[in-house]
């Protein structure tokens, strides 16, 4: 059973940092990519950033270019998102994605982050 165990949020201030992690146990298929979504309160789930596992470009919504970071360590497993200059509107829960070589895709929790102001 695929299990996805994000950690890392908290509460910070404006012009902070933050680290997620989000550690993959109990794969059966290879790890095609990975990625990271937020869902603010009262809205919809949306796509922050992703990676293929095996190297390659990485992606970000255009409102974290330039602040936030995904990466990646295979042998652990784990992605990470290294947030830095937070602002307000980044408070959401951020949720972990993993997409294995079939197709499937597989979710996480999620960790709160919150941003004041």
């Known amino acids: 059973q695929v299990q996805l165990v994000e950690s890392g949020g908290g509460l910070v201030q404006a012009g902070g940092s933050l680290r997620l992690s989000c550690a993959a146990s109990?794969?059966?298929?290879?790890?095609?990519?990975m990625a990271w979504f937020r869902q603010a309160p009262g809205k919809e789930r949306d796509f922050v950033a992703a990676?293929?596992?095996?190297?390659?470009?990485?992606y970000y919504t255009d409102s974290v270019k330039g602040r936030f970071t995904i990466s990646r360590d295979n042998g652990k497993n784990t992605v990470y998102l290294q947030m830095n200059s937070l602002k307000p509107e980044d408070t959401a829960v951020y949720f972990c994605?993993?997409?294995?070589?079939?197709?499937?895709?597989?979710w996480g929790k999620g960790t709160l982050v919150t941003v004041s102001s």
């Open positions: 109990g794969l059966t298929f290879r790890t095609a990519a």
């Open positions: 994605n993993l997409r294995d070589h079939r197709g499937t895709s597989y």
């Open positions: 990676l293929t596992w095996t190297g390659g470009p990485t």
